[in-house]
C-alpha cells in the first residue's frame, strides 16, 4: 500500500504577507500579462525584471501614462529609488519575487537605481 504524497506540483501558488499578489512569472512568459484572477494585477504594466544584480532592460521607453513595473527575481533584495525629479519615495525592499511599480505619467528621462546597491541603474524614458 504505502501512501501517497499529493503534490501540488508545477502550480506556483506563494502567498507572502504585506498582501503583494505574486503572479507565474516564473512559469516563462515575459510579457507580464498573465493576471490573476480576481487579483490586482501586480505584473501589469510594462516589466523591468531584476535579475543578476541588474535591471532588464536597464533603459526602457514607454508612452506617457505608462505603468512600469519591476519584478525582483534575485535571492538578494533590492529596491527602486527614482532619482528623477519626480521625488518618489523609494520602494520597500523587494524581496525575491516581489514586484514594485511606478506609473510615468509626463515625458521626460527618470533615473533610478537600488538604494542597497548604488550600481544598478536603470532609466526610463518617457515620450
Ligand atoms: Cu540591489
Redesign the pocket.
Known sequence: MGHSIVRRGGRWSLAVGLGVALTFSACGGDEGRETADGEEAVAAGTPVT?MN?AYEPQELQVAPGTKVTWTNK?S????VQDLSELNRPISPDLLESYSFSITYEKPGSYAYN????PF?TGTVKVA
Open positions: 531584476i544584480f534575485d538578494a533584495t533590492h529596491t537600488c538604494g542597497r546597491h544598478m
